[in-house]
């Protein structure tokens, strides 16, 4: 992980980088925390669901957002268009397996700001994250 590049971008934002990770399978939040923890300049935070990410988004300031589009009480698709209407600059990756085309294209409608594809290698993941770091600090 370039942990230097993260560093860097959370000291012009002047505090670490706050992540939400949202997916109803325990070991895939597991790997993407490690994946973010590795830099002591991101704080993870984790949701098993859409109803618990909306909530979780309510109550909480993030800088971003990956969200599963399949899983139980409410659907990543919904998830993001709720999380959308409450911090609409909050930007959403889409991190999805097995979603239809349709459904990646509804989550695009809704808001979300890119989409990776399961599994996800960890330097993809880490190149989508210091991306979207670098937009909202406008790089």
């Keep these: 992980m370039d942990t230097e590049k993260i560093e860097q ?3 012009r934002k002047g505090r670490a980088f706050k992540v939400l990770i949202v ?5 895939v939040r597991d790997v993407f925390r490690e994946f973010c923890e590795i830099s ?3 704080e993870v935070d ?3 669901n859409g109803a ?3 909530e979780k988004v309510e109550n909480s300031d993030y800088d971003l957002v990956t969200m599963d589009l399949i899983m139980p009480e409410m ?3 919904e998830a993001v268009g709720r999380i ?3 911090r609409p600059h909050l930007p959403i990756i889409v991190v999805t397996g097995n979603a239809t085309e349709r459904l990646v294209k509804q989550a695009g409608l809704e808001g979300a700001s890119s989409l990776l594809y399961k599994p ?3 330097e993809n993941f880490v190149d989508e994250v210091i991306a979207t770091f670098e937009k909202q600090i406008g790089l």
Aim: glycine share 4%.
């Design 84 to 86: 959308k209407q409450l």
């Design 75 to 77: 659907s990543g698709v």
């Design 52 to 54: 618990e990410a909306v």
């Design 9 to 11: 971008l959370a000291r």
């Design 46 to 48: 984790v949701a098993e």
């Design 120 to 122: 996800v290698m960890m």
């Design 23 to 27: 997916d109803d399978e325990p070991r």
């Design 40 to 42: 002591h300049f991101v």
